[in-house]
């Protein structure tokens, strides 16, 4: 059964059955009983879902910011709405609110995992997964890749590459 141990500033996931310990600076990692990243890891979907919902760019999702503010402002479509360009600041004010909101109420969900890459010497591996984000009347789909290896000491580096 894992166990998660707070440890200073590092939280420490620990396998009981292989004794691996796996740490990543602050954020809870996975790997496999045999010391390897694993795409599919329970450990390693909470992380990269939480990531992704973190990210300043949400990808894809930054249309729902701009919807919000058109919808705000008065307008049907981005594209024809005077008061965007009439009233930049109150246009910008809106989509920042509807980020705003959006941060908040997305719920970020990572399906179909899969291993694209493997790097035996750097211990890494390279995922896609399919991103569905749920907000409270229509969920968005976008992809999602990323990186996950075994760094230094066993430390855990994991990075976003792309949502497209």
């Known amino acids: 059964m894992p166990r998660i141990a707070q440890t200073g500033a590092r939280k420490v996931w620990s396998s009981g059955t292989a004794g691996i310990i796996c740490v990543l600076g602050g954020i809870v990692g996975a790997c496999s009983p045999g010391g ?3 795409c599919e890891s329970r450990e390693t979907i ?3 879902e939480k990531m992704a919902k973190d990210m300043d ?3 894809p999702m930054e249309s729902y910011g ?3 503010a058109v919808e705000k402002v008065g307008c049907r479509f981005y594209s024809s709405c005077k008061k965007a360009v009439e009233e930049p600041h109150e246009f910008e004010k809106f989509r920042t ?3 705003e909101k959006f941060k908040a109420e997305a719920v970020y ?3 179909s995992a899969r291993l694209q890459s493997k790097d035996p010497t750097t211990k890494s591996v390279m995922c896609e997964a ?4 749920e907000m409270p009347n229509h969920s ?3 992809s999602i890749t990323y990186k996950f290896g075994i760094g230094m000491l066993g430390k855990f580096d994991t990075t976003i590459l792309e949502i497209k």
């Open 130 to 133: 399919d991103l569905i984000v």
């Open 66 to 68: 701009l919807d919000y």
């Open 97 to 99: 609110e509807g980020m």
């Open 36 to 38: 390897e990243p694993d």
């Open 46 to 48: 909470a992380l990269v």
């Open 57 to 59: 760019n949400p990808g």
């Open 140 to 142: 968005s789909y976008a």
């Open 109 to 111: 969900k990572i399906s």
